[in-house]
């Protein structure tokens, strides 16, 4: 995720801007950029790569800044892609964080117009569409509210301009607080960047705009002026970079809803917007995946032959490897949220020397994976820190439920109606985070086992899959995934009261023979935990521990059920004293097979 930082004051930007993004470091990013303005004149610094230290390159000694730190989404890493973006003549400057839904559109009206870009970000429309009201007679402060008018999508800028001694920064749906010194202003994507200088903050609103000079700061909504609380961050820089919460983990979990919002963005305005030529005349699908991916590859085969009646199948791409019959007629489906797993990047190979078309999935732009593959789709989750995978998963989810809609065989109110609940899905994932305490309880009781299994029937098989995954590889505990059906085929001996079992209940078809199989279950003295349908007063009648998940149509609960489950997983292993965010011998990337 992108980190933006504005400075005005009495010392010098420069210095200040780098500080500051050094501190966004923990976000993740693959280019920086600083903005300068000094007399009148604006100087640009930016490269791909590691912050560098100030005194490397020349700007000039100003007490106006902009910086930003890029982790690429529309434009591969590199010098001419990173921010600081300008306007034709080098007068108005705009570091960005989010998505620029509409960019495209504006970018060929612009150009129309005369206005020469330079990069491949939807970024750069903003300081041209600046330039372009300014030009029309409007001042830098009214230009930049006009330009807001325009743009669709989500973003936190920062726009300085060669000419006046102020910035104007705007927010919508992309974080932006404002800091407030003494004789001295700064906005940022997050407190850590300015906590060395103040802790006296205005985190902003959606729709707010703060035009900031040198001894004051003003904030706009709808036109008007409005006041917001400053309120004191009581943080160290380090508990601060973790937004207050104790792991990224658990940061991660809670910007859901938010990476759902921009996976959504990418893909849908009022009706899905995903060209599917990539499909014509493939006779099925076979994806191709580890660990995490592999499991909500599972999910995207449930989806597809539910909706689209195609034939899916599912490979560990560790042993797609050695397949070798022709697939002339097939997709290849490569998930991987890093881009880099050194397994799925062989499977895609080998995919396209048996003669099959590939797409990948992906939540890395730039990373090996979209050199291999012919068609790549983005997940919009923003870097992931904590090793195991949380809201990259829900990302690749939403992809995948997009995907499966737009090939459906469903008439198109039924599409709508489930795409109407893929939009609520963000709020229900809010309620699962409101039951926080409640989740942490039960984890309480389950983080005194070493066994456990994680059952379901359908969709919710693969559900319990990556509950049974998320369990063990943060707590320790050894936990397993079963169809629960496949219990009484042996697993059954292990069941007893020292080995909990936690139940995926899912309100489908598989629901009666699910209750069934609880019963089974706790006739062999195991205790158990059922997630069940929030409206569902059946399930809890024959269990240890239910947790009531917000309703929403059934084949959205892969999403709701889950993030229950690395809540779960995330207390259990946090009870246990466990290092979270870095679990034992494993790595965020696997470029080894
Ligand atoms: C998930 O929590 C794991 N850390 C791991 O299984 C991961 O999903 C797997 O290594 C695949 O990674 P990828 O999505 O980057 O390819």
């Known amino acids: 995720m992108c980190g933006i930082v504005g400075y005005i004051g009495f010392r010098r930007a420069d210095k200040v801007a780098v500080s500051a993004l050094k501190r966004l470091e923990y976000r993740g990013y693959d280019s920086w950029g600083v903005a300068v303005k000094s007399n009148d004149e604006i100087k640009v610094y930016k490269r791909v790569g590691a912050i560098g230290d100030v005194s490397q390159f020349e700007l000039c000694e100003g007490t106006i800044s902009i910086g930003h730190t890029r982790w ?7 010098d001419v892609n990173a921010h600081p973006h300008t306007d034709c003549n080098g007068k108005i400057a705009v570091v960005h964080n989010g998505i620029i839904s509409n960019f495209q559109k504006l970018r060929e009206s ?37 330009t807001l008018k325009h743009l669709k999508g989500s973003y936190a800028f920062v726009a300085l301009s060669s000419t006046e001694d102020k910035l104007v920064a705007c927010r919508y749906k992309s974080p932006l607080i404002l800091g407030i010194g003494d004789n001295e202003y700064f906005v940022a994507s997050d407190v850590p960047a300015i906590l060395e200088y103040t802790n006296r903050v205005v985190y902003l609103h959606d729709g707010d705009t703060v035009v900031l000079t040198r001894d004051s700061y003003e904030i706009y909504k709808d036109g008007k002026k409005v006041n917001r609380e400053v309120e004191i961050v009581p943080w160290s820089v380090e508990q601060a970079e973790k937004g207050g919460f104790e792991h990224f983990m658990l940061k991660e979990i809670h910007e859901t809803p938010k990476v759902i919002e921009d996976t959504l963005l990418e893909y849908v305005s009022d009706e899905i917007e995903l060209d599917v030529g990539f499909t014509a005349g493939i006779s099925d699908v076979i994806f191709v995946a580890c660990g995490t991916s592999y499991h909500a590859s599972l ?11 195609i034939p899916v199948r599912v490979e560990y791409a560790s042993e ?20 880099e797993t050194a397994d799925t990047l062989e499977a895609l190979r080998k995919a396209q020397k048996l003669g099959a078309r590939t797409l990948a999935i992906t939540n890395v732009l730039g990373s090996s994976v979209t050199r291999i593959a012919d068609v790549i789709l983005y997940t919009r989750a923003g870097p ?3 090793v195991a995978a949380t809201k990259t998963f829900i990302a690749q989810l939403t992809v995948l439920y997009v995907i499966a809609l737009r090939l459906s065989l469903l008439s198109r109110s039924e599409v709508n109606e489930i795409l109407a609940d893929l939009k609520l899905l963000p709020e229900k994932v809010r309620a699962i985070l409101d039951m926080e305490d409640y989740i942490r309880k039960i984890a309480e009781e389950l983080a005194n086992y070493e066994n456990m299994m994680y059952i379901g029937r359908g969709l919710g098989y693969p559900i319990a899959l990556e509950g049974a995954l998320k369990m063990k590889e943060i707590s320790y505990i050894h936990a397993e995934g079963y169809p629960a059906g496949e219990l009484k085929h042996g697993p059954f001996a292990l069941l007893g009261k020292q080995t909990p079992v936690v139940a995926c209940v899912l309100r489908d078809e598989t629901y009666d023979t699910m209750l069934g199989n609880i019963k089974e279950v706790k006739a062999r003295n195991s205790p ?57 011998h494993l790595a965020k990337s696997v470029t080894v097979e």
């Open 384 to 386: 992931e820190i904590c």
């Open 320 to 339: 797609f490897n050695y397949h070798n019959a022709p697939l002339s007629r097939s997709l290849v489906i490569g998930i991987t949220q890093s881009g």
């Open 299 to 309: 999910i995207g085969k449930y989806l597809i032959e539910k909706l689209a009646e």
């Open 72 to 78: 690429a989404t529309h434009g591969k890493p590199s």
């Open 110 to 146: 612009l150009e129309r117009e005369g206005h020469v870009f330079k990069s491949e970000t939807d970024t750069e429309v903003i300081p041209h569409l600046i330039e372009k009201f300014i030009d029309s007679g409007l001042n830098f402060e009214n230009a930049v509210k006009e």
């Open 528 to 584: 158990v935990v059922a997630l069940t349908d929030k409206n569902d007063s059946e399930a809890e009648k024959f269990v240890d521990y239910v947790i009531k998940v917000p309703s929403t149509n059934v084949l959205l609960t892969p999403v709701t059920y889950s993030v229950v489950l690395q809540l779960l997983a995330y207390y259990a292993a946090r009870l246990r004293g466990c290092e979270i965010d870095r679990p034992r």
